[in-house]
């Protein structure tokens, strides 16, 4: 928006005024409203299509009586289960309305003017717009394989160097790191530089030498690890996550964070859902072989994709994707368009059910034919 059209950018911030707010995916209601449509699919935002399990089904349930109260604004009980859960004292567990909201307040607290933060090429776009909120100078290392390229962002941190932001696996390529390197990497940093490790979708990995970056958190002070109860947990639309790191710096996160930031059925069926082993386990089950429903799909048509270890896949369309994204909008399934991440000729698919994958691959497969 211009300032003709808007007068009150003189008065914002220079880094605001200059900031390009994140684009979710299209709602189905929104689709449906503007073409008319019904019976629309979305597999664009890496949601669980089981959604909630059954035991955070129940939690939700019996705290309904008592929405008219405020919840536990410092979270007490969920983050003592959190804590019990990783092994770790509540006090390192700082939580979150989803993780973006933590990956915020890491940037408000550790980030201003005239500091630097690091990130990967093609890694989720929450990163730059958290740097350049509060007027930071963001650095982006060149990928390697669409994945974080571990070398060429050490090489970029320098004595500015507050944040470097790590996504295993990563978010929108589905790449990931092994355990060993980024270990490595960690350690070599410099104690003035807090590195996060954005862990969100680990419960989808099934590789040996993934590493869980929990369990580094008493090695390395200055090491930060979110997750988020939005993906294998299926409670995307409750927004709840967290983030767990020595107690000192998670000291320093809650004292910005909005002491109802979590609400209480978010918080309720956090806690129910965080030891629902199965429903983790029959999310990750639906989300292999939808993998792999999707991945012969795109080998069939001769097309390249990202070997993910997610529960999304990105494919190359062999041209740009923007006109292919519009034909499958009008044809009632929403999937992710990752233009805006230097890939403009990719496509970011969900893994959704069987029916919705199959739906996809149909519609995806009359648009490249016409």
């Known amino acids: 928006m211009s300032q003709a059209e808007n007068p009150f950018l003189s008065l914002a911030v220079p880094w605001i005024a200059g900031l390009t707010p994140y684009v979710p995916g299209k709602p189905v209601s929104e689709l449906e409203r503007e073409l008319g449509i019904s019976g629309s699919v979305k597999l664009a935002s890496n949601e669980n299509p089981l959604g909630p399990g059954p035991?955070?089904?129940?939690?939700?349930?019996?705290?309904?009586?008592?929405?008219?109260?405020y919840p536990d604004g410092g979270g007490f009980e969920l983050r003592r289960v959190l804590a019990e859960y990783h092994g770790l004292s509540p006090m390192a567990v700082t939580i979150g309305?989803?993780?973006?909201?933590?990956?915020?307040?890491?940037?408000?607290?550790?980030?201003?003017?005239?500091?630097?933060?690091?990130?990967?090429?093609?890694?989720?776009?929450?990163?730059?717009?958290?740097?350049?909120?509060?007027?930071a100078t963001a650095r982006v290392a060149k990928?390697?394989?669409y994945g974080h390229d571990l070398e060429a962002m050490a090489a970029l941190v320098n004595d500015q160097t507050r944040v470097v932001w790590i996504a295993n696996p990563n978010n929108p390529t589905g790449t990931w790191l092994a355990a060993e390197p980024l270990k490595s990497f960690i350690g070599s940093l410099p104690k003035t530089c807090i590195v996060v490790v954005d862990e969100a979708y680990t419960e989808y990995v099934a590789e040996p030498d993934f590493p869980d970056a929990t369990h580094w958190v008493e090695t390395f002070p200055n090491l930060i690890v979110t997750r988020t109860f939005s993906k294998a947990h299926g409670l995307a639309a409750l927004r709840v996550g967290y983030a767990l790191s020595?107690?000192?710096?998670?000291?320093?996160?809650?004292?910005?964070?909005?002491?109802?930031?979590?609400?209480?059925?978010?918080?309720?069926?956090?806690?129910?859902?965080?030891?629902?082993?199965?429903?983790?386990?029959?999310?990750?089950?639906?989300?292999?072989?939808?993998?792999?429903?999707?991945?012969?799909?795109?080998?069939?048509?001769?097309?390249?994709?990202?070997?993910?270890?997610?529960?999304?896949?990105?494919?190359?369309?062999?041209?740009?994707?923007?006109?292919?994204?519009?034909?499958?909008?009008?044809?009632?399934?929403i999937v992710r368009p990752v233009g805006n991440y230097g890939m403009p000729n990719h496509l970011r698919i969900s893994i959704g059910l069987e029916s919705e994958n199959a739906r996809f691959i149909a519609a995806f497969e009359d648009v490249l034919a016409s």
């Open 246 to 333: 020595d107690p000192r710096i998670a000291d320093l996160l809650n004292r910005v964070r909005q002491p109802f930031n979590v609400n209480a059925l978010a918080q309720a069926a956090a806690i129910a859902a965080i030891n629902d082993r199965e429903h983790v386990r029959a999310s990750v089950e639906l989300n292999r072989a939808g993998m792999k429903q999707l991945t012969g799909a795109f080998e069939r048509l001769g097309l390249a994709y990202i070997p993910s270890v997610g529960n999304f896949v990105t494919v190359d369309c062999g041209r740009p994707a923007a006109p292919i994204n519009e034909a499958l909008l009008k044809r009632g399934v």
């Open 55 to 69: 035991r955070a089904r129940e939690a939700m349930d019996a705290v309904l009586a008592e929405l008219g109260r």
């Open 143 to 145: 990928a390697r394989d």
């Open 97 to 135: 309305n989803g993780s973006n909201d933590v990956l915020d307040l890491i940037a408000r607290v550790f980030l201003q003017p005239g500091a630097e933060s690091v990130f990967s090429e093609h890694a989720f776009a929450v990163y730059p717009i958290a740097i350049q909120s509060v007027g």
